[in-house]
């Protein structure tokens, strides 16, 4: 006797359906990670921009008349080997009067042009990584002979001094927001950050590294002192009247508190630190860091100087802005194995 017609099985039929289920279950679970990946390549290249205008601005500020003149030197870079080891003190001195002073209007306008040339290469997307691989060593070669290594060296480096310099943040940027994954990548879905060369796992070893050596600073002889604050208010260039004004009743409302204010930020540099290296609930203390950044920036960089018609570069407030928006999507598994 044959069997009824709705118990027959079709060749074919519940393998059919079968592939089909796992396609849709397939796509409902790519689908939510494309999106991820797509957001993070978003931001990443957003990074990028961000950066390539810091660079642009850098670049245009050179372009200002007071840095075609010898006070390039005497104003700029004799200044960072002032209380140098000996042979950073020499080297400095040495470009500075040696190679830079005599072809002073030639070094400066290459300087000047090769940093928007930065600046423009990482706003189009197709010269990014050559415009990332020229800004490493250029960077860093500021860091030496412009900013002297951030005054580290010195034992008077501050975080009210744009320590540990501007120029090595956008060194450590560059490594971060480097194209590495394709977009069409079948991996997981990256955050800005492990995008880069460094990886998540590095980049937060590096976040620590940067916050609890700028919390050791608060707490060195140079910091605790009652005027470390009124004092470094107070000589923070300005140029603007509104910006004076500012400036001076700050420094008024801090005057004496130097020594409590910085073992205070010591605390809270070391919490920044620790709670974005462990992934514990880092937001909101990355929140704090771009508040802190802020104020630095405007009250002891006075916005960089940007004003007074001598500033060189946008100053370190708005790299460690950056650098923390860098930082904002990163998670502390970047797979199902959990990689960090």
């Known amino acids: 006797m044959s069997a009824p017609q709705s118990q027959v099985r079709r060749p074919g039929r519940v393998p059919l359906r079968r ?3 796992r396609r849709i279950a397939h796509a409902r679970l790519i689908e939510p990670r494309a999106e991820a990946r797509s957001a993070a390549f978003t931001l990443q290249r957003a990074m990028q921009v961000a950066l390539g205008l810091m660079w642009l601005a850098d670049g245009l500020l050179q372009f200002q008349p ?6 390039f030197v005497t104003g700029v870079i004799d200044p960072n080997a002032a209380g140098q080891p000996a042979v950073v003190a020499h080297a400095i001195t040495y470009i500075g009067n040696s190679v830079v002073a005599p072809h002073v209007v030639l070094f400066n306008g290459f300087a000047a042009a090769l940093e928007v040339v930065i600046g423009l290469g990482l706003l189009y997307r197709r010269t990014v990584r050559l415009a990332l691989l020229a800004s490493i060593p250029w960077a860093l070669s500021i860091w030496f002979t412009g900013e002297g290594f951030g005054g580290l060296l010195t034992g008077g480096a501050s975080p009210l001094a ?13 490594l971060l927001v480097w194209p590495r994954v394709g977009a069409g990548s079948d991996g997981p879905p990256e955050n800005a950050a ?4 460094l990886g998540p796992r590095s980049v937060r070893i590096a976040w620590a590294v940067l916050w609890f050596g700028l919390a050791a600073l608060w707490l060195t002889p140079a910091n605790l002192t009652a005027g470390a604050f009124h004092d470094a208010i107070a000589a923070a260039p300005t140029g603007a009247a509104w ?5 001076n009743g700050a420094a008024r409302v801090v005057a004496g508190d130097g020594v409590g204010l910085s073992i205070a930020f010591a605390v809270v540099y070391v919490a920044i630190g620790t709670a974005v290296a462990v992934d514990w609930h880092p937001k909101p203390f990355l929140v704090a860091a771009i508040v802190i950044s802020l104020a630095l920036w405007l009250f002891t960089e006075g916005l960089g100087g940007v004003f007074t018609g001598q500033a060189t570069d946008i100053d ?13 999507p990163l998670r502390a598994r970047t797979d199902a194995g959990g990689r960090a």
Request: aromatic content about 14%; overall charge positive.
């Open 19 to 21: 592939s089909l289920r």
């Open 66 to 71: 007071y840095f075609f003149k010898r006070t």
């Open 316 to 328: 370190a407030g708005p790299v460690f802005i950056l650098l923390a928006a860098l930082l904002w």
């Open 194 to 197: 492990s995008l880069g060369l």
């Open 162 to 174: 744009s320590a540990p310099g501007q120029a090595l943040l956008y060194a450590l940027i560059a």
């Open 243 to 247: 910006l004076t004004s500012l400036e």
